[in-house]
């Protein structure tokens, strides 16, 4: 007898639904970004019970026709793309066509939508994927949506909701994330009756005044400053906090072509412009926007990741920290400083304050056509590399004659040129445009990173195994961790079972790790997973790859053999970023000719 059979719709939409809704802040996001992509001017949203028991928006945006309502709810139906292709030149939030079949397979649906031109609207009713009624209405332009009982035939989901403050945190925390890029839409926000948020329709200073702002307080955006640059590559505009005004707590949040999203690399570079400003444990809040060719930028396959990857990230990282310094800068000293026509290092000092120069380094050479290695090894698609061209990146002479210090234009030959290692901590090589200094823990921690997010992805890691196990004992969300990253662990080469309730033995390690204990290397991977809120795969991968990297790679002080040091040289200078590490650091210096002769 044959055992294959297809599973239902509305079981198949109750699969899929697990991925894209999650809680009720899930389905929030999804429903307003459908008002906003059907050109709403103003939607409402209205909660009871964190969303448990209904979440409802209205918009006043293009509605939909008759036959358009009832297929909204299909899977994969959707009016934003036609083809593949489409896909990266996207300009809308959705694009899927999954929300709706998600939503509705997981809750009791009730919608009217109206279209202009039509005279009625459609009222449909859904309950778990079936329809229920359908029929001709009378109702306003634009859509109205409800949502009632989220996940009342998903048991496991409703019981895996967190409270009613957590959840409507959640749902807050979308709708910021949403609200902070469309300034010129109004929306309200009404959780049990209460007006939660009111925001007109304004500017972006207007809006995060009225999300963050409190009436009775000083203005709160007046404790930021503008930041402002426009590069061929990348505009970049918004504000930053100004460090007096800085305090433990804060707001930060990176927008891209108007969607929210996380980035780690690109926050290291606003942390970087405070250098020296602020008390170690503060935090500088700032609302940075970027503006860049979609096509520049890896489209956000997964609904739920707000992850993004730009074509260049190093230069963006350059821009974004000058920008920011740079208004820092302005703001600290007055009158203000001619940054291009200063050239001392003696940096004026107030507030007690250094203020730093930008340093924007900008590759002379920069050619988005030239292929470098694979830059998303995790989870590059095929052809990848041709999503960039026509792009229209190119490289700005803003900053034409900037010193270039860690940039090699021509890179030397590394199985011939000669080399030498200083201080059992740099490789020294010379090179067209000087000499070249290479910081050997950090070069073999870059090349490590890389290997070990390629072994993950394909599940190939080299196993040592142990002759005598160790026993990793962990905490009850240690716990949950470790087996969340279990396969991700064996595919890096860990053999790691559980042992009790609450430890682990591991039975093999990463080859890499030689004779190191694995005990400290899983224990700061758990850490790192657990305090940077690495959720999604990519992230605590991530979060693997550094991690061991950083333990595996060879430390400062090691005496190198000339062998060891060609192989080091060779595979950093076959990275895509062979000038930082992941988290930011520089790896190689160059002192140039100039600068050698000045000497003499
Ligand atoms: P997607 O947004 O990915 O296309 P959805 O399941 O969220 O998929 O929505 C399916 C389709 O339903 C959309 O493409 C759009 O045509 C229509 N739709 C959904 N919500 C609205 C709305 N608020 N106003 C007008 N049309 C909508
Ligand atoms: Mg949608």
């Not at 307080?217 to 590559?233: P, Q, R």
């Not at 190198?560 to 930082?580: G, H, K, N, S, V």
């Amino acid at each position: 007898m044959d055992v294959i059979h297809l599973l239902p719709d509305s079981v198949a939409n109750q699969i899929a639904a697990g991925e894209v809704i999650q809680r009720p802040a899930s389905c929030l996001k999804e429903l307003v970004e459908n008002s906003l992509d059907a050109g709403a001017k103003r939607v409402q949203v209205i909660v009871r019970d964190a969303g448990r028991t209904l979440l409802q928006v209205i918009d006043d945006g293009c509605g939909m026709s008759e036959m358009d309502a009832r297929l909204a709810f299909e899977r994969h139906a959707t009016s934003k793309i036609r083809e593949a292709q489409d896909l990266f030149s996207l300009r809308t939030m959705g694009f899927r066509g999954e929300a709706l079949a998600s939503i509705c397979a997981v809750a009791q649906v009730e919608m009217t939508t109206r279209r202009a031109q039509d005279e009625t609207g459609t009222l449909i009713e859904i309950h778990g994927s079936d329809v229920v009624r359908q029929e001709v209405c009378s109702c306003p332009v634009g859509t109205n949506i409800k949502v009632s009982n989220l996940f009342f035939n998903v048991p496991v989901r409703r019981k895996f909701l967190k409270t009613d403050q957590t959840e409507l945190r959640n749902l807050l925390t979308e709708f910021y994330h949403i609200v902070l890029v469309y300034p010129k839409i109004s929306f309200t926000f009404v959780h049990n009756d209460e007006i939660l948020l009111e925001l007109p329709a304004g500017t972006e200073k207007q809006r995060i005044e009225a999300v963050f702002g409190n009436p009775k307080k000083n203005s709160y955006t007046s404790a930021f400053v503008e930041v402002h640059t426009e590069t061929e590559m990348v505009g970049i505009r918004g504000f930053v906090i100004k460090p007096e005004n800085a305090t433990r707590k804060s707001e930060q949040y990176f927008f891209v072509n108007g969607r929210y999203m996380r980035h780690p690399y690109f926050q290291k570079a606003v942390l970087t412009a405070y250098s020296g400003m602020l008390p170690n444990d503060y935090q500088p809040s700032f609302f940075i926007y970027f503006d860049i060719d979609p096509e520049a930028i890896d489209v956000n396959i997964h609904p739920t990741k707000t992850e993004i990857k730009f074509a260049d990230e190093q230069t963006i990282f350059q821009i974004l920290m000058a920008a920011v310094r740079e208004s820092l800068g302005k703001f600290t000293l007055s009158p203000t400083i001619d940054f291009d026509t200063t050239n001392s290092i003696d940096i004026p000092v107030l507030h007690d304050q250094p203020v730093m120069k930008p340093d924007i380094q900008i590759d002379p050479t920069y050619n988005p056509f030239h292929k470098r290695g694979v830059v998303y090894p995790d989870k590059a698609p095929k052809g990848w590399e041709s999503l960039y061209e026509g792009a229209g990146i190119q490289k700005t002479d803003r900053f034409p004659d900037r010193v270039q210090t860690d940039f090699v234009e021509t890179l030397p030959d590394t199985e011939s040129c000669p080399m030498w290692q200083y201080g059992g901590r740099y490789i020294l090589m010379p090179s067209e445009q000087g000499l070249v200094m290479i910081n050997q823990h950090r070069a073999h921690v870059a090349v490590l990173y890389m290997q070990f997010l390629e072994q993950l992805a394909h599940a190939q890691g080299a196993m040592q195994q142990l002759l005598f196990p160790e026993v990793l004992n962990v905490t009850q969300d240690e716990l949950v961790i470790v087996q969340q990253l279990h396969d991700d662990l064996r595919a890096i080469g860990f053999d790691v079972e559980q042992l009790s309730p609450d430890s682990f033995s591991i039975q093999a390690v990463p080859s890499q790790l030689a004779n190191q204990s694995a005990i400290p290397v899983l224990q700061h991977i758990l850490l790192q997973v657990r305090e940077r809120g690495a959720n999604t795969q990519v992230e605590w991968r991530e979060q693997i790859a550094q991690t061991l990297a950083e333990s595996a790679a060879i430390p400062y002080g090691k005496n190198l053999t000339e062998a060891e040091m060609r192989d080091i040289a060779t595979r950093l200078f076959a990275l895509p970023q062979y000038r930082r590490t992941p988290d930011g650091k520089i790896i190689l210096s160059v002192l140039s000719d100039d600068e050698i002769s000045k000497r003499f």
